[in-house]
């Protein structure tokens, strides 16, 4: 029963570590808990299996562990988990619209004060100063506010 409870202990401690190294970067608990669980495996096979079987438990939880890290941290591991490409999208500036005052346009939907506007064809959404246009009229942008399009039916 020992040297299951010794065995158990060496195997998940070094799936935890292995599991710290090369999916959970970083020093976290996983890691914190693979090692003690390898350090109190053993601690146990020197204390119930004899100094030949802990020296040779210790020797190989060393190499295992030493293998694993230097795996884990190459360059060639670390770019198989890393984020490599780079994100080229862009958003269109609301400050700067491609609607300018004056231009007309015909609404999609009434505006009932906001609906869509076709301007040219572009498609924004456009609002009134409060009175209701209904849909296919022709409106005149008056001004733009913020990212808002104020409309006027023509």
């Known amino acids: 029963m020992d040297w299951l409870l010794i065995v158990v202990l060496l195997l998940f401690g ?10 959970i970067p970083g020093t976290t608990i996983v890691g914190l808990a693979g090692f003690i669980m390898l350090t109190v495996g053993i ?15 210790l020797g190989s939880a060393t190499v295992l562990v030493a293998a694993v890290v230097w795996i884990g941290l190459r360059p060639q591991s670390v770019n198989r988990f890393a984020l490599t490409t780079k994100n080229t999208a862009r958003v269109d500036d609301v400050r700067r619209p491609d ?10 939907s009434a505006l009932r ?17 409060g009175e209701f246009v209904g849909a296919g009229a022709t409106v005149q942008v008056l001004r733009i506010e913020q990212n808002r399009i104020v409309v006027a039916a023509a």
């Open 99 to 108: 609607v300018a005052p004056g231009q007309l346009g015909r609404t999609l």
């Open 113 to 129: 004060p906001a609906g869509t506007v076709l301007f040219g064809d572009e498609r924004r959404e456009a609002t009134t100063l």
């Open 14 to 23: 070094a799936l935890f570590v292995v599991a710290e190294v090369l999916l």
């Open 43 to 57: 601690w146990l096979s020197y204390r119930d299996l004899g100094t030949s079987a802990g020296h040779v438990l």
